[in-house]
Nanobody, 122 residues
């Protein structure tokens, strides 16, 4: 069983910063990719940023230069530092992990957190 728990969301003014944190709990698995997605009201869930276990990161064009993803692989945690926030960044942010289980190492599974609300407004 894997649980992803996000924290760090909230209300911030335009131009402000927030740091999201996600922790994966459980055992007997190995995480390959961790990332952040977001979903604004009336819109589809979209990629924000991902980070592989080898350190390769990927960002959506809309957040490049403003957001930074980082991981603590030993602790199965991923962070999203969000700077220069804009009202259009308002959304529920979801953490996800692509992992394999110890006894089925060639099969990847995707897990999601419950989401944390980020609201950018004056």
């Amino acid at each position: 069983q894997v649980q992803l728990v996000e924290s760090g969301g909230g209300l911030v003014q335009p131009g402000g910063s927030l740091r999201l944190i996600c922790a994966a709990s459980g055992s007997d698995f190995s995480i390959n990719v961790m990332g952040w997605y977001r979903q604004a009201p009336g819109k589809q869930r979209e990629l924000v940023a991902t980070s592989t276990s080898s350190g390769i990161t990927n960002y959506s064009d809309s957040v490049k230069g403003r957001f930074t993803i980082s991981r603590d692989i030993a602790k199965n945690m991923v962070y999203l530092q969000m700077n220069s926030l804009k009202p259009e960044d308002t959304a529920v942010y979801y953490c996800n992990a692509d992992l394999s289980w110890k006894y089925a190492p060639h099969v990847q599974y995707r897990y999601w957190g419950q989401g944390t609300q980020v609201t950018v407004s004056s």
